[in-house]
């Protein structure tokens, strides 16, 4: 397919950012040997590659600034990209357009969710149904 490029640029491009962001430092680590489910049925040798991440510089796609606080935004703009099937641009991350544009679709949603009177699977109390305030 036309994007197999750029999915496979995402699957490198994500790991190396949840490593830099520090993500994996802030959790447990897991002891995968000691798991059986990801043991050789046969041998009990551990399955796959002894380390799941590889650094790789990829050339030619959309960066952020270096001073940049977004990267979150950024993963998620440009894997709205890649569902999208929308060309990636090569220059200009506007993050404060795409953070105005992601907050106001959350809103319209959740709007609309209200507006049908779902309620969402989490432990927070119901609100009233008979009125909302739009801010």
């Keep these: 397919k036309v994007y197999a490029k750029e999915i496979k640029k995402l699957s490198v491009m994500l790991p190396n950012y949840l490593h830099d962001s520090g993500f994996f430092d802030k959790m447990g680590r897991t002891d995968w040997a000691s798991m059986e489910a990801y043991k050789d049925k046969e041998t009990g040798e551990l399955l796959g590659p002894q380390h799941s991440f590889e650094v790789e510089y990829?050339?030619?796609?959309?960066?952020?600034q270096s001073d940049s606080l977004d990267c979150g935004m950024y993963v998620a703009a440009f894997a709205e990209y890649l569902s999208d099937e929308i060309s990636i641009p090569?220059?200009?991350?506007?993050?404060?357009?795409?953070?105005?544009r992601y907050?106001?679709?959350?809103?319209?949603?959740?709007?609309?969710?209200?507006?049908?009177?779902?309620?969402?699977?989490?432990?927070?109390?119901?609100?009233?149904?008979?009125?909302?305030?739009?801010?």
């Design 58 to 64: 990829v050339q030619d796609i959309m960066q952020q």
């Design 90 to 100: 090569s220059i200009s991350f506007r993050s404060d357009y795409l953070r105005n």
């Design 103 to 135: 907050a106001t679709l959350l809103w319209k949603y959740g709007m609309d969710k209200f507006k049908a009177g779902y309620v969402s699977d989490n432990d927070d109390p119901t609100r009233p149904k008979s009125f909302y305030t739009i801010p």
